[in-house]
């Protein structure tokens, strides 16, 4: 089956502007969650959305939002862009079967550049 | 969610096994111990998880102490293809979250 992917793979930007970036979950997989990865910071978590819903957020300013649509796709944004956005964000999904373990599967990421 | 301890680094002959280990003391008994693993520039791969009992995969074993304070994730035949950032977490199977929690990993490098 087709895995996570994230569109777009690439994106330069400057700062001020906003961005807004894909994310297509495995087919059947309900949670979706972004991370944010840098140098400096490694993997940071971002937030979750399950059913539609943001279920768990991350330690990140109110710039950064996202949102999930009913076909489990979900979107995240970034508004007013800093430099110290530059960094790779990563998508993960996950089936979510009730009180099991679940693992997650990760897209390829977009390599955000903020200039 | 536990905190783990992992080498920043290691290095690993090519068909050798590379064994590499985590430290989570404060784990807690319904807290599973996963192993996802990053290939430069690509996002983590799943590799591997368990919660008390050794567990064996196509990819890689792991191997728990009776304590579940430490475990070592075994790749029994490493190839150039396994240098990767390996990455241990400790965390409950939640209801309400799939939140990983990432540490600084351990840098594997398979030399030929």
């Known amino acids: 089956k087709a895995g996570v992917t994230q569109t777009p793979r690439y994106l330069i930007k400057t700062r001020g502007q906003q961005v807004t970036l894909s994310c297509s979950p495995i087919s059947g997989h309900r949670s979706v969650s972004w991370y944010q990865q840098t140098p400096g910071q490694g993997l940071q978590f971002l937030f979750e959305y399950f059913s539609e819903t943001q279920r768990n957020k991350g330690n990140f300013p109110g710039r950064f939002s996202g949102r999930q649509f009913s076909n489990s796709r979900s979107e995240m944004n970034v508004s007013t862009l800093e430099l110290g956005d530059s960094a790779l964000y990563l998508c993960?999904?996950?089936?979510?079967?009730?009180?099991?373990?679940?693992?997650?599967?990760f897209g390829p990421g977009t390599r955000l550049t903020v200039l | 969610d536990a905190k783990t301890t992992q080498p920043p680094s290691m290095d690993c002959a090519e068909g050798r096994a590379a064994n590499l280990p985590c430290n989570h003391s404060t784990i807690s008994g319904n807290e599973y111990v996963y192993w996802y693993r990053q290939i430069h520039s690509q996002g983590p791969q799943y590799i591997i998880h368990g919660l008390k009992n050794n567990e064996t995969n196509e990819m890689a074993s792991l191997i728990i102490t009776e304590d579940r304070k430490s475990s070592t994730l075994i790749l029994p035949h490493a190839t150039l293809r396994d240098t990767a950032v390996y990455y241990c977490?400790?965390?409950?199977?939640?209801?309400?979250?799939?939140?990983?929690?990432f540490g600084k990993g351990t840098k594997l490098t398979v030399n030929p």
């Open positions: 977490i400790v965390r409950a199977p939640q209801g309400g979250s799939e939140k990983l929690v």
């Open positions: 993960a999904s996950s089936l979510v079967a009730g009180g099991q373990v679940n693992e997650q599967f």
